[in-house]
């Protein structure tokens, strides 16, 4: 499918939606936003999700790709702002689809399908659950799974901040074919909720100093997830009720979530009960260092949701001491910075980003099923320029989103969702803290 005929269609989709009242309350400018004065340069350069160079395999059960989002307006996304000549805020054009509507895409042209052009919307107008034809092509793979491999897994992927639609797309496409390259033999299905670009991400970061979760549901990013979560949650109970249908055995349900995405996860399982997830694997994560201690209370252990809503899920935390883009997460948004009127717009009791600094231990005080990968000594500067230069991952991908094309990442992570121990996944060694390891440089 054309680019022109994705344009018209995606038109078409959202014209056949009734406007959203939220529509006739713009959102107020942030201090230092466009049209109040300096515009500062994003602290987010480098979360953008590009398309990866690897071959996109396809698992033997299927040649098709999918996604779901509950962005109001994709049309008027596809095409990045520019930050030298700033167009007119997204921020009244992209925002959550209401009352947990979401579209349901698909793309028949290859498995792990990089080019969002090729994806479809499979009805006229969003919907809570998915439409027939959505839902029998992910009961097909998961049948054909099932018949060949005797079990079957599909792995729900969240992006971070700074991914437009196009971008979501990419970012699926990658880690799709990254863990396929790792003989990983289940689906991987991309949820996307209204991000903005880079430039306008870091200027509609939060709304107000830190809250968990936040008080809005539209405007900033962190407004967005939470006016996502109820969308969230409609993807998970479809994922739930495909464990009990005919002819898919053995189903694996898994989680993996990049960057502001872990964030995403933490304010949608909030509202999740009933729910059965395998494993959940949170990459680079931008979210406070202490969400998994114990006890959960006031500013401590806030992402228990993630790790509670099933204590038998096996919660992996990713992470790297040489993420410079999460380091700039901190530095900016810990106060002092003009945009939010040097407010505290991140945890002020645990400042540090889970994903660069692995979770703030207190031995017996951790989450008991919540385990640390410590990836500093294979995810450095110096390698990923080494794997760039010969082709293995995409020119433009940083470290921070290097966890989406590293093969030994790709490896760890088939591994953990295929099921196997924690420390039994080859590559890895045990580090100092309990549930704590080291992925081995090669």
């Not at 009961?139 to 079990?151: E, F, H, K, P, R």
């Not at 992402?303 to 099933?310: K, N, V, Y």
Request: proline content about 8%; some cysteine; aromatic content about 10%.
């Amino acid at each position: 499918m054309s680019e022109t005929t994705l344009t018209s269609q995606a038109a078409d989709l959202e014209n056949s939606v009734d406007p959203d009242p939220r529509l006739s309350a713009p959102i107020a400018l942030q201090p230092g936003a466009p049209g109040s004065g300096a515009l500062p340069p994003s602290p987010w350069k480098g979360t953008r999700l590009v398309a990866s160079p690897a071959a996109l395999k396809a698992p033997a059960a299927t040649d098709y790709s999918f996604m779901i989002t509950n962005r109001y307006n994709i049309n008027n996304d596809n095409t990045p702002y520019n930050p030298f000549q700033p167009a007119t805020s997204p921020v009244n054009q992209v925002y959550p689809l209401a009352n947990g509507n979401l579209w349901w895409a698909l793309s028949q042209d290859q498995a792990n399908d990089p080019n969002a052009s090729d994806f479809q919307m499979q009805s006229p107008t969003p919907s809570t659950t998915p439409p027939n034809s959505f839902q029998q092509a992910i009961v097909t793979n998961l049948q054909a799974q099932s018949q060949q491999y005797g079990s079957s897994q599909l792995t729900l992927f969240i992006h971070g901040l700074g991914n437009l639609w196009v971008d979501a797309v990419a970012g699926t496409s990658a880690l799709g074919a990254n863990l396929a390259n790792s003989s990983y033999t289940g689906l991987v299905v991309g949820f996307d909720w209204p991000s903005y670009d880079e430039y306008w991400s870091g200027l509609y970061y939060s709304s107000d100093s830190y809250a968990f979760p936040p008080a809005g549901t539209q405007g900033t990013i962190r407004d967005n997830i939470n006016g996502s979560s109820q969308a969230f949650g409609n993807v998970l109970s479809f994922m739930q009720g495909l464990r009990s249908t005919n002819g898919i055995s053995n189903l694996t349900l898994n989680i993996v979530c990049h960057s502001e995405g872990n964030y995403m996860d933490m304010v949608g399982m909030l509202s999740v009960s009933g729910v059965q997830i395998d494993h959940v694997l949170m990459l680079a994560a931008d979210i406070n260092n202490g969400a998994f201690q114990i006890p959960a209370t006031g500013l401590v252990g806030q992402g228990s949701q993630i790790s509670q809503t099933d204590p038998s899920a096996v919660v992996t935390v990713y992470f790297s001491n040489n993420d410079d883009v999460l380091a700039s997460s901190q530095a900016a948004y810990q106060g002092n910075n003009p945009i939010y009127d040097d407010k505290n717009v991140h945890n002020p009791a645990y400042g540090g980003r889970m994903g660069q600094t692995g979770p703030a231990y207190n031995i017996g005080q951790q989450q008991p099923n919540v385990y640390s990968l410590d990836c500093s000594g294979v995810l450095t500067p110096q390698y990923i320029a080494q794997l760039e230069a010969n082709g293995v991952i995409p020119n433009g991908a940083t470290l921070h989103s290097s966890y989406l094309y590293v093969p030994q990442l790709g490896a760890d992570i088939a591994q953990a969702l295929d099921g196997v121990a924690p420390g039994s996944i080859t590559g890895r060694s045990q580090g100092a803290n309990p549930n704590a390891y080291y992925l081995n440089p090669t």
